[in-house]
C-alpha cells in the first residue's frame, strides 16, 4: 500500500473509530441508524433463501430504490449467512474504495499529487461517507459508483463510464443526471451515443420491466409511495401548484443543498466555483460538465421526483456526489500556483482538514443516536412481536423493516413501500387506509399513533397490547409506537369476519 492510500485509509478509520465509539456510548451496541436497512436485509433473505424478490414470499414486488444493493447484500447472505453486520463489511470496503478514488480524481482534476491526497482524506473524514458506510444502507456503494464511473470519463474509457454510472442508477436513482451530462461532456458522435444509450439501457431496463410488472409504474413501489410532486409526480396523479413545483421548491432544495455541503466542511460550498473554474480551464467542456451535476442534482430533485430536501436523513439522497463536490473543492487550491502560494496553499489544506475534523463528533453523535433510536423501538418491537404472536399472524406496519426482518410474520405496508396495492387509498388519508385494513384484515397493526389519530382511538376495535416511547427521538417518525389487536385478528376472543368495520365504508 502507497504512503498515499495507507495516509486515506488512516483519515477513513478515524472517522468510523469515532462513530463506532459514539454508537457505544449511546446505543450501547451495534445497530443501523435507519429502519429502512433493514428493508434490504429482509429482501435480501429472502433472494438469499431462494424465494426471490419478494418481502412476502410468493408476492413478487418492487420495494428497494436500490436494488443493486439489495442483490448485493443478497449474494452476500447466501454466501455467508444472512447477518445484518455484513452489510456494515460492504458498506466500509465501499468507502474505502470511494475515498482512494476520489483521490485519484481530484489529482487528475489537478495534476498535483498532493492535492489528490488531500481530497482523498478529506473524503474519508466526511461524517455522511462514515455514516453511509456503517448504515447498512446503499449510498456508500452508490458514491462508489459515481466516483468510479467519474474517474473514467476522465480516463476517455466511455464504455466503463457508462457501465458504472448506469449501476449507479440502481443504486441510488438521481445519480441518472449524471448519464446524459458524461455523455454530453465528450464527443458527440453517433458510435459514441449509441454506446452509451445500449449500455445504460441493458443495465437499467431489467429493472424498469419488473417495476412495470408488478406496480405499473416504471419506478419501484417505494418511489412511488414517497414522491411529493415534481413532474414524476404530476404523471402518477399528483397536482401542486406550479409555483411550488417551478420555483420555490428548486430554490429551497438548492439552499438545503449548499448548507448540506457546508454542515460537511465549511470551506466546500465556498470552493467549489473556483474549483469548477480550474476544471474549465483545464479541460473545458469535458471536465465541467460532469462536475455540473453538484448544481443540477438538487434542482433535479426538485423538478423530477422530490421527496423531502438534499440533507434528508444525513444526505442519504446527496452523499453519492459528496466525493465529487470535495474533488472539486480541493481543485480550487490548484489555482494558487507559484512559490509565492505555496504556503497560502498549506494553509488552506489544513484549514479544510481541519473543519471536517471539527464536523466527527456531532456526526457521529447523530449517529449513535439514530442507531439507539431504531435498536429500541423498531428492533425491540420486532421482538415482541416474534415472541407474542402466532408464527402465521398477518401483522399491519408503518416500518416495516427490523419488525419484518426479526419477527418474519406476512406484513402489509400501510404506507406503501412493499403494499403498493394501498396506494391509490392512502390518497383518502386515514380513511382509505381503514378501508384496505378491511380487504386485507391482518391480525395486529403496529403503528404510530400520532400518524393515525383516528384508528388509535377506535379502540373498541384496536386494542393495545404493547407500545414503546423514546425519550430521546432524533429519527424515529414518531415518539410512540403501538402494537394493537385488530377485529379481525383470528386468534381473538370473537374475530369478526374479513371486511369494513361497522360505519366504514366498503
Not at 455522511?128 to 456503494?141: D, I, N, R, T
Not at 466516483?147 to 480516463?155: C, E, I, K, N, V
Not at 488552506?348 to 439507539?372: D, F, K, M
Not at 397493526?445 to 393515525?452: D, E, K, R, S
Request: net charge positive; with cysteine.
Amino acid at each position: 500500500m502507497s504512503r498515499r492510500s495507507l495516509a486515506i485509509a488512516l483519515s477513513l478509520a478515524l472517522a468510523l473509530g469515532v462513530f463506532l465509539v459514539r454508537e457505544r456510548q449511546l446505543a450501547g451496541g451495534s445497530g443501523f441508524p435507519l429502519d429502512d436497512a433493514w428493508i434490504h436485509f429482509h429482501f435480501a433473505r429472502n433472494l438469499a433463501e431462494g424465494h426471490g424478490f419478494v418481502y412476502n414470499p410468493g408476492v413478487h414486488v418492487s420495494g428497494s430504490t436500490a436494488p443493486l444493493w439489495t442483490l448485493l447484500l443478497g449474494g452476500t447472505f447466501a454466501l455467508a449467512g444472512s447477518e445484518p453486520l455484513l452489510a456494515k463489511a460492504l458498506g466500509v470496503a465501499a468507502a474505502l474504495l470511494t475515498a482512494l478514488l476520489a483521490g485519484v480524481l481530484a489529482g487528475r482534476f489537478t495534476g498535483h499529487e498532493g492535492l489528490g491526497l488531500l481530497a482523498g482524506a478529506l473524503t474519508a473524514l466526511a461524517g455522511p461517507l462514515a455514516w453511509g458506510a456503517l448504515s447498512g444502507m446503499e449510498v456508500s456503494l452508490a458514491a462508489l459508483l459515481v466516483t468510479g464511473g467519474l474517474l473514467a470519463h476522465s480516463m476517455g474509457r466511455d464504455g466503463a463510464a457508462a457501465a458504472l454510472l448506469a449501476l449507479a442508477v440502481l443504486a441510488r436513482p438521481e445519480s441518472v443526471l449524471l448519464l446524459p451530462l458524461v455523455w454530453a461532456a465528450g464527443r458527440l458522435t453517433p458510435r459514441r451515443t449509441m454506446l452509451f444509450a445500449v449500455t445504460a439501457g441493458l443495465i437499467v431496463a431489467p429493472w424498469v420491466a419488473f417495476n412495470l410488472v408488478t406496480t405499473g409504474l416504471p419506478l419501484p413501489a417505494t418511489a412511488t409511495a414517497k414522491i411529493e410532486g415534481g413532474l414524476i409526480g404530476y404523471l402518477a396523479g399528483s397536482r401542486e401548484p406550479l409555483a411550488t413545483a417551478l420555483a420555490t421548491r428548486p430554490s429551497r432544495f438548492l439552499v438545503e443543498w449548499v448548507r448540506w455541503l457546508g454542515s460537511v466542511n465549511l470551506l466546500t460550498p465556498v470552493l467549489l466555483l473556483p474549483g469548477l473554474w480550474l476544471l474549465w480551464q483545464r479541460g473545458g467542456r469535458a471536465a465541467v460538465l460532469p462536475a455540473a451535476v453538484l448544481v443540477a442534482h438538487p434542482v433535479g430533485m426538485a423538478l423530477l421526483a422530490p421527496y423531502r430536501g438534499p440533507a434528508f436523513q444525513e444526505g442519504r439522497y446527496s452523499i453519492h456526489l459528496l466525493p465529487l463536490a470535495i474533488a472539486v473543492a480541493v481543485s480550487a487550491l490548484g489555482l494558487l500556483r507559484g512559490r509565492f502560494f505555496v504556503q497560502a496553499r498549506a494553509a488552506v489544506a489544513i484549514l479544510l482538514v481541519g473543519a471536517s475534523l471539527w464536523t466527527i463528533w456531532p456526526a457521529a453523535s447523530r449517529y449513535g443516536w439514530a442507531v439507539q433510536n431504531i435498536n429500541a423501538m423498531q428492533v425491540e418491537l420486532g421482538r415482541w412481536v416474534a415472541g407474542h404472536t402466532p408464527r402465521e399472524a398477518r401483522v399491519a406496519l408503518n416500518d416495516v423493516g427490523a419488525i419484518a426482518f426479526i419477527s418474519r410474520r406476512e406484513v402489509v405496508d400501510v404506507m406503501g413501500l412493499v403494499t403498493p396495492s394501498i396506494i391509490p387509498y392512502r390518497k383518502a388519508g386515514e380513511a382509505g387506509v381503514l378501508r384496505y385494513l378491511g380487504r386485507a384484515c391482518p391480525d395486529f397493526l403496529v403503528v404510530f399513533p400520532a400518524w393515525f389519530p383516528r384508528i388509535a382511538a377506535m379502540t373498541a376495535e384496536f386494542t393495545p397490547l404493547h407500545r414503546v416511547r423514546l425519550e430521546h427521538n432524533t429519527v424515529a417518525g414518531a415518539d410512540e409506537m403501538v402494537v394493537y389487536e385488530t377485529p379481525w385478528n383470528r386468534w381473538g376472543a370473537a374475530p369478526r369476519p374479513c371486511g369494513p368495520l361497522a360505519g366504514q365504508p366498503a
